[in-house]
């Protein structure tokens, strides 16, 4: 464990009564990827020069020629004595499912792939609304990614088509036992693997030592007891900016207390950037979003709908020293129901990075002005009301 900066003192140590059993943890490495452009060829380069075990956990996997070469790099080093397990959900990579994809890989030995479900009759479960949307990637306990990007095609650019936007990390050091926990944790869960195993010296046996200097600090949320409200992450978050927050979701249906903080933090003076896309793979999701535009503009938070390819990034960064990004967006299904992975790190260089690139996402938007605002049509606000009163399952 480490000292937060002075600056961050107070919101680390609400973070400590958040999630007590994940402590700031410093000396680790971190690196912003852009997109899968730079995304996927890192995890490639992982996957090869993996020598004891691959672990992946990834929302929605494609049956295409993305999660066709990634999962076949894992078969290969498989082949080689390498330890593979590759764990997706099975409602967001539902149509790689009913393809057939992931048969290939069940007669590779060493590799194993399952699907993350609720929906199990022997254990009388049936919720079918609890997903697993953590991305999280772990190789010989050394290296690990997480950030917004899926394995699948529509992360990378192909001729006339942008790749979608989004941000992914790459982190060496402590926190890599951290996320591997995670992973093996939600492995247990669906397969009841032997837990002296999972958490024997083979995954953990092997501490990392310091990497970089970057201090950070992982919060899993969920629906259940026994995990954490990433909500409260948030919103102590903006409770605790004193000059400037930006911040950046594809799907912005906040709880009415992140609303309510939004708005505070706007009228005490804190300069608040928000990005979104300005055309959404979820039209409905959208539309109640947009039913929210109002009451933050009449308190100064600026709003940008970016241009081109869905934004798909998550991050936020206040006062130029806390970087928040992992799996969650800022609506109500990542806050309250989805099984989530966030990192909190407290770094200029890092949150000047982050900040860059959200930059240059804003400059590559529109932004909303209230009284243009206040004269759209008035079926648009019926639409963005009603699509609002679906707010507690988008």
């Given at each position: 464990?480490?000292?937060?900066?002075?600056?961050?003192?107070?919101?680390?140590?609400?973070?400590?009564?958040?999630?007590?059993e994940?402590?700031?943890?410093?000396g680790?490495?971190v690196t912003l990827?852009?997109?899968?452009?730079?995304?996927?060829p890192?995890?490639?380069?992982a996957?090869?020069g993996?020598?004891?075990?691959?672990?992946?956990?990834?929302?929605?996997i494609?049956?295409?020629?993305v999660?066709r070469r990634?999962?076949?790099?894992?078969?290969?080093r498989a082949?080689?004595?390498?330890?593979?397990?590759?764990?997706?959900d099975?409602?967001?990579?539902q149509?790689?499912?009913?393809?057939?994809?992931?048969?290939?890989?069940?007669?590779v030995?060493?590799?194993?792939?399952v699907?993350?479900?609720?929906?199990n009759?022997l254990?009388?479960?049936?919720?079918?609304n609890?997903?697993?949307?953590?991305?999280?990637?772990v190789?010989?306990?050394?290296t690990?990614?997480?950030?917004?990007?899926?394995?699948?095609?529509?992360?990378?650019?192909?001729?006339g088509?942008?790749?979608?936007?989004?941000?992914?990390?790459?982190i060496?050091g402590p926190?890599?036992?951290?996320?591997?926990?995670?992973?093996?944790?939600?492995?247990y869960?669906m397969?009841?693997?032997n837990?002296?195993?999972?958490?024997?010296?083979?995954?953990f046996?092997?501490?990392?030592?310091?990497?970089?200097?970057?201090?950070?600090?992982?919060?899993?949320?969920?629906?259940?007891?026994?995990e954490?409200?990433?909500?409260?992450?948030?919103?102590?978050?903006?409770?605790?900016?004193?000059r400037?927050?930006?911040?950046?979701?594809?799907y912005f249906?906040?709880?009415?207390?992140l609303?309510?903080?939004?708005?505070?933090?706007?009228?005490?003076g804190?300069?608040i950037?928000?990005?979104?896309?300005?055309?959404?793979?979820?039209?409905t999701v959208?539309?109640?979003?947009?039913?929210?535009?109002?009451?933050?503009?009449?308190?100064g938070v600026?709003?940008?709908?970016?241009?081109?390819?869905?934004?798909?990034?998550?991050?936020?960064?206040?006062?130029?020293?806390?970087?928040?990004?992992?799996s969650?967006n800022?609506d109500v299904r990542?806050?309250?129901?989805?099984y989530?992975s966030?990192?909190?790190?407290?770094?200029?260089?890092?949150?000047?990075r982050l900040?860059?690139?959200?930059?240059?996402?804003?400059?590559?938007?529109?932004?909303i002005?209230?009284n243009?605002?206040?004269?759209?049509?008035w079926?648009?606000?019926?639409?963005?009301?009603?699509?609002s009163?679906?707010?507690?399952?988008?």
């Open positions: 464990a480490c000292p937060p900066p002075a600056a961050a003192a107070l919101f680390d140590a609400a973070l400590d009564r958040i999630t007590p994940h402590r700031l943890l410093g680790n490495a990827l852009e997109d899968g452009t730079e995304t996927f890192a995890m490639l380069e996957i090869r993996a020598r004891h075990h691959i672990h992946i956990l990834s929302y929605i494609g049956a295409d020629d999660g990634l999962l076949d790099a894992c078969a290969e082949r080689a004595g390498v330890k593979v397990r590759v764990m997706t099975a409602f967001g990579s149509p790689a499912r009913l393809r057939g994809f992931f048969r290939r890989y069940r007669a030995p060493g590799m194993r792939v699907a993350f479900s609720l929906v009759l254990r009388q479960q049936v919720q079918i609890l997903r697993n949307h953590r991305k999280l990637f190789v010989d306990g050394e690990a990614f997480t950030g917004g990007v899926n394995l699948h095609a529509g992360h990378m650019a192909r001729p088509r942008p790749a979608i936007r989004d941000y992914h990390f790459r060496r926190l890599v036992n951290e996320l591997q926990y995670t992973f093996l944790r939600d492995w869960y397969t009841d693997e837990p002296d195993e999972l958490l024997g010296e083979a995954y046996g092997r501490h990392p030592g310091a990497e970089g200097a970057v201090p950070a600090r992982l919060v899993n949320s969920g629906p259940t007891s026994l954490h409200s990433v909500e409260e992450v948030f919103f102590n978050a903006v409770a605790a900016a004193r400037d927050i930006v911040v950046a979701t594809p249906v906040p709880t009415e207390p609303l309510y903080a939004l708005r505070m933090a706007a009228k005490r804190v300069q950037r928000l990005v979104v896309p300005a055309e959404s793979n979820h039209r959208q539309y109640a979003s947009r039913a929210f535009y109002a009451g933050l503009l009449e308190a600026r709003i940008y709908e970016r241009r081109g390819p869905l934004l798909h990034a998550k991050a936020m960064v206040v006062d130029g020293l806390l970087a928040v990004f992992g969650a800022l990542s806050l309250r129901l989805n989530e966030t990192v909190v790190a407290y770094d200029p260089e890092l949150a000047g900040t860059e690139e959200m930059l240059v996402d804003i400059a590559e938007s529109d932004e002005q209230l243009a605002w206040l004269k759209r049509p079926h648009w606000r019926i639409l963005e009301n009603a699509c009163l679906a707010e507690p399952i988008l």
